[in-house]
T-cell receptor, first 114, second 115 residues
Framework: DAGVTQSPTHLIKTRGQQVTLRCSPK?????VSWYQQALGQGPQFIFQ???????QRGNFPDRFSGHQFPNYSSELNVNALLLGDSALYLC?????????????FGPGTRLTVT | QKEVEQDPGPLSVPEGAIVSLNCTYS??????FMWYRQYSRKGPELLMY????GNKEDGRFTAQVDKSSKYISLFIRDSQPSDSATYLC???????????????FGQGTILTVHP
């Protein structure tokens, strides 16, 4: 049973650039959530996608946007990168019929902004 | 004040000890309570989840929720060096609420179990 996969593993970008991160959910899951985890902190909720629509959003600026495809995979886009965007970006998948609280995480993409 | 508070530790115990990890929270809407384990440079791994108040046991792990005190705990019995990791508590609201479907995490507690 394939778990949550994310790509790329690591990424280095320059301030002001744009980045796209990708996620494939666990087999059978239909909901994808994105989190940002700064060093030494717990993950912070960015947004959640279900049926190709953003269903919930955390306290992140519009520079953070996403998309969900018909096969349930998802992308996270960040524009106008800031140094403070350096973090581990985690994707989690779940099944909406189970309340969405039982979320399984991928290994993350480590983004460094210089 | 953060919605979820968790002592970051670090916590160091000898092998075989009983470990107690705790979180407090302020949002009364939280109804689902999860514990995740995260190894260095890896994604969080779901250990256990509990709905509302009560206890849940799974092998060496026991999760407790006291909604009246807004306090949750994870106990690890017979701790092993392989349990060394960061432990994160997470919470979510019930259906229809603003926190439904999104997890709010604590800061994480760093645990080291030494042989």
């Amino acid at each position: 049973d394939a778990g949550v996969t994310q790509s790329p593993t690591h990424l280095i970008k320059t301030r002001g650039q744009q980045v796209t991160l990708r996620c494939s959910p666990k087999s059978g899951h239909d909901t994808v959530s994105w989190y940002q985890q700064a060093l030494g902190q717990g993950p912070q909720f960015i947004f959640q996608y279900y049926e190709e629509e953003e269903r919930q959003r955390g306290n992140f600026p519009d520079r953070f946007s996403g998309h969900q495809f018909p096969n349930y995979s998802s992308e996270l886009n960040v524009n106008a990168l800031l140094l403070g965007d350096s973090a581990l970006y985690l994707c989690a998948s779940s099944l909406v019929g189970q309340g969405g609280y039982e979320q399984y995480f991928g290994p993350g993409t480590r983004l460094t902004v210089t | 004040q953060k919605e979820v508070e968790q002592d970051p530790g670090p916590l160091s115990v000898p092998e075989g000890a009983i470990v107690s990890l705790n979180c407090t929270y302020s949002n009364s809407a939280f109804q689902y309570f999860m514990w995740y384990r995260q190894y260095s440079r890896k994604g969080p791994e779901l250990l256990m989840y509990t709905y509302s108040s009560g206890n849940k046991e799974d092998g060496r792990f026991t999760a407790q929720v006291d909604k009246s005190s807004k306090y949750i705990s994870l106990f690890i019995r017979d701790s092993q060096p392989s349990d060394s990791a960061t432990y994160l508590c997470a919470m979510s609201g019930g259906m229809g609420g603003t926190s439904y479907g999104k997890l709010t995490f604590g800061q994480g507690t760093i645990l080291t179990v030494h042989p």
